[in-house]
């Protein structure tokens, strides 16, 4: 009973996964009409050439016609090739039109399907990426596409027109001789059932081999990330062993998907060979004189079993689309906690007042990471934000940039709390660098505008000028339109931050500056051209430094002072030397060398 119900609630779970499917080409409506005309006349071409056959079999090459004169036999004979010949140019050209227009609609909905996912991928919280392994989202995004592209364009659309091409030979069938065609449909049944049963355990094989593929991927991905780490802890012999062992278990998820797959073509043969013999029984007992119509038959049965077996073959694209599709699906259907109001506040010019108001946070809920965090930092206000690992730091930037939401408490940016803007004009007034800020594959210039058209070239030159990074630049090959290559590897960590910070100005004048220090992997000469291009930048401008060094800590205006989740600690830097607290035991660690 269990499996039963198991089996209905899997059917109707893929019926809403094939709807869903359906919405997207809903802007196609009138190609797709097009489509199915064109279809229903490749169908009655198709099926109406047995009966030109049963014709030319009944009244001219049956033993009782031999009477006939052989020149009225050749001629009724040419006007039937003749019809016979249209039919087939007719069917030819249907078959053809149909295809090219289907396969045209099917790209347009995996286009359109690809973008929703893409656009959702963009949209989920940051918590999403904490929890889940970025291979696998990647995954989702290429290989599961794929795995629809082959279910738009084979499984739904061409089995569409397989069971067009079906019902139409069982109506031609059943209009010819309604005792041969339900002799023939007896075997029915059985094909149904041999391929159902199949079919489910197919479906189970094609979900855990699309799993494994999964996390082989996401395996792949993280070693080919962290090579250099692997290489230097002398890891290299141990994930090897981890790839071999997931590569071995994809290997046998993917036996036993092919292993299913083989079990539909001797099903399809053995019940046409079932049906031909039912078909020759039922022929000697009803009509023994109608040679014509047994002809036929046996062209209908063969028009009746072709489709099934391309039906048998798109079945487990099916299979394996619709396993693809509940990860997409599962993927789109998640729900983004992060909504924006529904009339956002407009930030207008950017003040640069910030609150945080008895904030507190946790990542998953259960152990909390920040603990009823309160400040004020007034416009203007250079702030530092210390602490050792894991106090909150980078916690306080992320809830700021509302990547996150805060359990409890608020946040306020020029009197008004985060939560009533838009997280796209949020955004854009942030302007973050971070210790290895991210570059995009492209040329310099392109990760300078990042796509935006309304950036002039001398808008960037000033820019670089403006934090110092015009000079290396220049000195690139071929100057801001130098290809950076991925990762922008062809850069250092204090040129990428330079970069980095031309990017920031150009995205607004009035951005409040978040700093994941800077100048903390840097050498002395380029720490020099940073700390330079952070004193400009952040003049006049509220900014928010996490401080690794005591440089930075010294000249801040402010510093907020973080040990496990709370703000233990705040003023200037003398003030809080003279309060001889946690903050005095973190400047000995950094004036002895070290870094936070």
């Not at 999964?214 to 080919?224: G, V």
């Not at 099903?267 to 029984?281: D, H, S, Y």
């Not at 000697?284 to 039906?311: D, K, M, N, T």
């Not at 729900?335 to 207008?348: H, I, Q, T, Y």
Request: net charge neutral; charged share 20%.
């Amino acid at each position: 009973m269990s499996d039963a119900l198991s089996s209905r609630k899997a059917l109707r779970r893929d019926r809403g996964y094939l709807h869903r499917i359906l919405f997207y080409a809903k802007p196609y409506t009138l190609l797709l009409i097009l489509g199915l005309l064109l279809l229903l006349l490749q169908v009655l071409s198709v099926n109406a050439m047995p009966l030109l056959i049963k014709q030319a079999v009944d009244r001219f090459l049956a033993p009782e016609t031999q009477t006939l004169d052989i020149v009225e036999r050749i001629a009724g004979l040419k006007d039937l090739c003749i019809l016979l010949a249209a039919l087939v140019g007719g069917m030819f050209l249907f078959r053809v039109s149909h295809a090219y227009l289907m396969t045209w609609i099917g790209q347009c909905v995996l286009r359109d399907l690809r973008v929703a996912v893409f656009e959702k991928v963009q949209a989920l919280p940051m918590r999403r990426f904490d929890q889940v392994r970025v291979g696998r989202l990647m995954t989702r995004a290429t290989s599961d596409l794929d795995a629809l592209q082959e279910l738009v364009r084979n499984g739904i659309i061409g089995m569409l027109a397989n069971l067009l091409l079906l019902v139409g030979a069982m109506v031609f069938m059943w209009v010819l001789e309604w005792r041969l065609a339900l002799v023939t449909f007896a075997a029915f049944p059985i094909l149904a059932g041999l391929l159902t049963w199949v079919n489910i355990h197919s479906r189970r094989a094609q979900r855990v081999a699309r799993d494994a593929t999964s996390t082989l991927n996401s395996l792949t991905q993280e070693t080919l990330s962290g090579l250099f780490t692997l290489r230097m802890l002398n890891q290299r012999g141990t994930i090897l062993e981890r790839l071999t062992a997931l590569s071995e278990d994809l290997r046998r998820a993917r036996a036993r998907v092919a292993d299913w797959g083989t079990w539909h073509f001797p099903i399809l043969e053995g019940t046409r060979a079932l049906a031909n013999v039912l078909l020759i029984v039922a022929c000697g007992i009803w009509i023994p004189h109608q040679i014509g119509s047994l002809v036929a038959f046996l062209y209908y049965i063969r028009f009746f079993f072709r489709p099934l077996e391309e039906l048998a073959e798109q079945s487990q694209q099916l299979q394996s689309g619709l396993a693809s599709a509940e990860r997409v699906f599962d993927l789109l259907d998640e729900p983004e906690p992060l909504r924006d109001p529904p009339a956002p506040l407009s930030l207008g010019t950017f003040q640069g007042d910030i609150q945080f108001d008895h904030v507190s946070f946790s990542y998953d809920g259960h152990h909390p990471i920040l603990h009823d965090v309160s400040f004020q930092i007034v416009p203007g206000q250079n702030v530092a934000v210390v602490g050792a690992t894991g106090a909150g730091k980078s916690t306080l930037f992320n809830l700021l940039c509302r990547f996150y939401e805060v359990s409890a408490g608020a946040i306020r940016i020029d009197h008004a709390d985060i939560r009533n803007y838009a997280q796209r004009e949020l955004r854009r007034k942030l302007g973050v660098v971070q210790q290895d800020p991210m570059l995009f594959s492209g040329t310099l210039a392109d990760n300078l505008t990042l796509g935006r058209p309304d950036v002039s070239r001398e808008d960037m030159v000033q820019a670089a000028r403006y934090v110092n990074a015009h000079p290396f630049i220049e000195a690139l090959p071929k100057g801001y339109d130098t290809d950076l290559g991925e990762g922008g590897h062809r850069l250092s960590t204090g040129q990428k931050q330079l970069i980095a910070l031309a990017r920031v100005l150009l995205q607004n004048p009035d951005v409040l500056l978040l700093l994941d220090e800077a100048t903390a992997s840097v050498d002395s000469e380029t720490e020099a051209l940073i700390q330079d291009a952070l004193a400009k930048l952040m003049r006049n401008r509220t900014s928010i430094a996490i401080a690794h060094r005591l440089s930075t800590v010294i000249h801040a205006d402010t510093i907020l002072v973080m040990r496990h989740g709370r703000l233990v600690e705040q003023g200037t830097h003398s003030e809080l030397i003279e309060l001889d607290g946690y903050y005095r035991t973190l400047v000995e660690v950094m004036r002895h060398g070290g870094i936070l």
